[in-house]
């Protein structure tokens, strides 16, 4: 049984799902991840290439994704360019994320996802989820009375719970909603973002739907609410506490700064390495300092079967997506090398984001793939991926002071004093800036700090006292 954890009251909201007290998935939601996957655009062609079979599209910021001709089911029997011009305006939504100097990939083959069916406008297909195959028939034989032309659907593995009157019902919600998307798109003529779904807590809360789970917290009451409006059946199981409990023996800050870490130590004395490359992903096992009394060979397949564990959880924590390279111990036994293989995919199958296993190459390396959904924490936090030492970015710097900004503000304190760069200063002033905060805030501008440090905090004259002692500095008051 797992548990999910949502701390929702800061500007950067963060998801936790934990298992048998382990950390397994850590998701964060920023307000500059609106191009998510899901995520539904007015787009303006910018460009339409005829060799590439493609149109360029600007979403929004002069960021411009890319969508294939494939992925335009109004284009029959004819070309791209015939269909789509310059300047032209028109709906799409982000099937892939942004990665590196890539732009998002697009499609306009639209799709709403719902509590219990997915709606394909332009579907003209019924998928059931394999959880529930026995039941495809009567799925497919239902929805066909329902669905207009074009239009199709995929029933997912919620759907065994519901009630067919209730489907229907969803299906037509589901119509009104992408019918009042396109109406808006015929009235705007510039890049504008129609449609989201927050990754936290709705999208996170939809990935684990058919995990056991038994315990839901959140640290917001408001949010607690409106998911149980979302999702019903869990209502039972959500509660509310203002501050989350450590994880791992670890506060949430502790937890993302270690999920950044190139090396992870295990308890069992196996230590892995995680290198993220532009390419591909590789994970590296050593086992100096492992111990064990069994012959040499058993003892190898033994470190790779534990290391599967962790390196399964690590890849969840981080998301790290594209290709995976892991560099077992090797194994000259191709049964142990297939015990390898298997307990891989059976322990991947708990990840809810689709994985792939290719199996061992002939230099001994395995092969894997995981879908690319978001980018990974590497990404997001730190502008030093290549570098052995990493360092967080201004956002990340930000986003982790308002959150402690607020725990001053909760704990009663009437001031506190910050020692930090402009850039993160700046930043931070604008998460906070329409914050509820009984607390007045004052800066320390230290141009050398890529981070912070809180140099008091407690009453207002004891933070007074404190800045007048260090007029060298120029001091700013955030609130």
Known sequence: MGKLYFQTKSTEKIGLYVENNKVEAIQIDRPTLSMSVGSIYVGKVRNVDKKM??????????????LPQKECPFIMNTSIHTVLTNGMTILVQVIKEAYQDKGPRLSCNITIGGDSIVYLPYGEYIAVSKKIKEQKEEYEQFFTQLLLEKEGVIVRTNSVNKSKATLHQELGELR?????????????KKPTLLYRKDIIPTKMMNQYRSVPIEEIIFDQYSTMKQMEKIYPEWKAIMQVREKLPLMEGKTIDQLLQASLEKTIQTTEGITLTIDETEALTVIDIDSSKFKSNQSKQLTLLQIN????QTICREIQKRNISGIIVIDFLKMKDEKERQIVVNQLQERCK??????????FTKLGLLEMTRKREQISLLQLMSDSSLSNHITLNVQSVAYRLEREILEYGDSKAEACCIRTSKQIAEFTSM?????????????????SKNTYITERVGTKEMVMEYIDTQQHFVIDKLV
């Open 53 to 66: 079979e493609a149109a360029f599209v600007e979403l929004e910021n002069g960021i411009v994704g890319f």
């Open 176 to 188: 009104q909603t992408f019918q009042h998307l396109k109406q808006q798109s015929d009235s705007i």
């Open 305 to 308: 079967i534990q290391a599967i």
């Open 350 to 359: 708990r990840d809810p984001i689709r994985t792939e296993i290719f199996g």
């Open 431 to 447: 998460l906070v800036k329409n914050k509820r905060i009984d607390l007045e805030v004052y800066v320390l501008i230290d141009s």
